[in-house]
């Protein structure tokens, strides 16, 4: 260490557990590459390799008091990072005793895979709300047939233009109830939601149960993975995609909103106090997505919100927020996508989450992509 550091403190973990389960804001970060982290892993840690740190630290966790526990295999990675970390101006940094291997001992349940949390969370919906599937061969089936039925991919556009099953139409999760008004007017149109796999086949069709639209829903059993494995053909380079709704859709879809606002309790809050929030983020760290599609987002945002489609940010929450039990706060256009989200997040066990009133109405906009700060450059600039 250079002169000047300071050792970080060692945490125990049973004392790490009892952080875990006690509810207040955590940021648990595994600092090991990615194919290693997903081999073995806590179940709410956060990936964030060490190679990476300076590039998405300030993001994962944007408050620079947020308790952070780090966690490796018990070779000097969390030490590596802690110091980084201090240098950066993050003051409660503490490193697991012994990684996951003092996790492990301490007879404590390990979990292989990405998004794990995210990924339980689709299992448990499809269980508790007997979300209904089809098979890839029933499905097949009933496109060879040219029944009344519309396939909309789940997806980013940017996954759905690398495979694609057959007739279908990229919707990501929370553009789904959004959109399908248009899509699938007449309520006889069976409505059909994949992925990839499985989680946000079931969230996205159950988004689509929840909201109450008329058509009868069913999720992709195993996504376009099950299709190509069943020996079906896919596409490749497709676009299909709807970037717009009609008035009369767009109303169908306020509405749907609001029944899903008040089944799950869903708070709006209002500019004034985002404005205390953003004015307390010293002291309580809040999150602030924008959930619409990337073009949306690039035309304009609320000042310092990061782009975090619906869908994505449901699938893979530990991948965009790394303190639990933080505030979160999502901004749409109109309140259907963020209250969408909202009303998975709050299931998830996220319980500050809250919907922006107003959207973007009269607010001053950033344009253009947003690229994350990179950590200690502005030292560096000042060093300069």
Same mark, same amino acid.
């Given at each position: 260490f250079r002169g000047g550091d300071i050792m970080p403190g060692q945490m125990s973990a049973d004392a790490l557990k009892k952080l875990i389960v006690?509810?207040?804001?955590?940021?648990?970060?595994?600092?090991?590459?990615?194919?290693?982290?997903?081999?073995?892993?806590?179940?709410?840690?956060?990936?964030?390799?060490?190679?990476?740190?300076?590039?998405?630290?300030?993001?994962?966790?944007?408050?620079?008091?947020?308790?952070?526990?780090l966690c490796d295999d018990d070779d000097g990675l969390s030490e590596r990072a802690a110091i980084m970390l201090t240098r950066?101006?993050?003051?409660?940094?503490?490193?697991?005793?012994?990684?996951?291997?003092?996790?492990?001992?301490?007879?404590?349940?390990?979990?292989?895979?990405?998004?794990?949390?995210?990924?339980?969370?689709?299992?448990? !919906?499809? %269980? *508790?709300?007997?979300?209904?599937?089809? =098979?890839?061969?029933?499905?097949?089936?009933? @496109?060879? /047939? &040219?029944?009344?039925?519309?396939?909309?991919?789940?997806?980013?556009?940017?996954?759905?233009?690398?495979?694609?099953?057959?007739?279908g139409v990229d919707v990501p999760g929370a553009e789904l109830v959004h959109r399908v008004?248009?899509?699938?007017?007449?309520?006889?149109?069976? !409505?059909? %939601? *994949?992925?990839?796999?499985?989680?946000? =086949?079931?969230?996205?069709?159950?988004?689509? @149960?929840? /909201? &109450?639209?008329?058509?009868?829903?069913?999720?992709?059993?195993?996504?376009?993975?099950?299709?190509?494995l069943a020996g079906f053909d896919i596409e490749r380079g497709n676009d299909k995609r709807v970037l717009s709704s009609s008035a009369e859709a767009t109303g169908k879809a306020k509405e749907a909103a609001a029944r899903?606002?008040?089944?799950?309790?869903?708070?709006?809050?209002?500019?004034?106090?985002?404005?205390?929030?953003?004015?307390?983020r010293d002291t309580r760290s809040l999150y602030l997505f924008d959930v619409r599609n990337p073009e949306e987002f690039e035309a304009g945002h609320f000042p310092g919100s990061v782009w975090a489609p619906g869908g994505q940010l449901v699938q893979a929450t530990d991948t965009y927020a790394a303190a639990r039990n933080s505030r979160i706060a999502l901004i749409d256009d109109n309140g259907v996508r963020a209250t969408m989200t909202a009303s998975w997040l709050v299931q998830m066990g996220w319980?500050?989450?809250?919907?922006?009133?107003?959207?973007?109405?009269g607010v001053t906009l950033e344009t253009g992509p947003r690229t994350g700060e990179i950590a200690g450059l502005e030292k560096a600039r000042v060093d300069d």
């Open positions: 006690g509810g207040g804001e955590l940021a648990i970060l595994d600092v090991r590459e990615e194919g290693v982290f997903s081999e073995r892993h806590m179940l709410y840690a956060s990936s964030l390799p060490l190679s990476r740190l300076e590039l998405s630290i300030y993001d994962l966790v944007p408050r620079r008091s947020a308790p952070i526990v950066f101006g993050y003051d409660d940094v503490s490193i697991l005793e012994r990684g996951m291997k003092g996790w492990e001992d301490a007879d404590n349940v390990v979990f292989s895979g990405v998004n794990v949390p995210s990924k339980a969370f689709g299992e448990f !919906v499809e %269980v *508790n709300y007997h979300t209904p599937n089809i =098979s890839a061969e029933e499905l097949h089936g009933k @496109i060879e /047939a &040219g029944e009344d039925m519309v396939v909309l991919d789940s997806r980013p556009i940017g996954e759905y233009r690398r495979m694609n099953i057959p007739t008004h248009d899509i699938a007017p007449s309520p006889d149109t069976l !409505v059909v %939601v *994949n992925c990839a796999g499985r989680t946000r =086949s079931i969230i996205g069709a159950q988004s689509l @149960i929840n /909201a &109450g639209i008329p058509n009868r829903v069913m999720a992709l059993r195993n996504g376009t993975m099950g299709w190509e899903v606002a008040q089944r799950f309790g869903i708070r709006t809050i209002d500019r004034a106090m985002l404005e205390t929030w953003i004015a307390e319980n500050d989450v809250v919907v922006l009133d107003g959207g973007l109405t």
